[in-house]
């Protein structure tokens, strides 16, 4: 098992930034990939960002590339999602996900998940 624990959501205007981290602990290793989905209201759950566990594989969704950046630090077992340039269509909770293996952007396939971080950017 692993406990996955998110905090850094809240509210910013656009074109501001924030920074959302995750905790993980339990059976993490060396196979563990993590990535960040967001969920808006009414809408199905969508890939953000992941990546490997030692952070040399990254992949991220067309709709925040070039303005989010994900990174870990394994020593003590957080990934991080710094969010710039942030517009009000990227308002949603958060979540953590982790899983072991293959990096893939299906929410599915993801067998960890944390509870969830608001963020609201206006406008």
């Known amino acids: 098992q692993v406990q996955l624990v998110e905090s850094g959501g809240g509210l910013v205007q656009a074109g501001g930034s924030l920074r959302l981290s995750c905790a993980a602990s339990?059976?993490?290793?060396?196979?563990?990939?993590m990535g960040w989905f967001r969920q808006a209201p009414g809408r199905e759950r969508e890939f953000v960002a992941v990546?490997?566990?030692?952070?040399?594989?990254?992949y991220y969704a067309d709709s925040v590339k070039g303005r989010f950046t994900i990174s870990r630090d394994n020593a003590k077992n957080t990934v991080t999602l710094q969010m710039n340039s942030l517009k009000p269509e990227d308002t949603a909770v958060y979540y953590c996900?982790?899983?072991?293996?293959?990096?893939?952007?299906?929410?599915?396939?993801?067998?960890?998940w944390g509870q969830g971080t608001q963020v609201t950017v206006s406008s």
């Open positions: 996900a982790a899983k072991y293996h293959a990096l893939v952007t299906r929410a599915g396939d993801y067998a960890y």
């Open positions: 339990g059976r993490t290793s060396s196979t563990l990939a």
């Open positions: 990546i490997s566990w030692s952070g040399g594989s990254t």
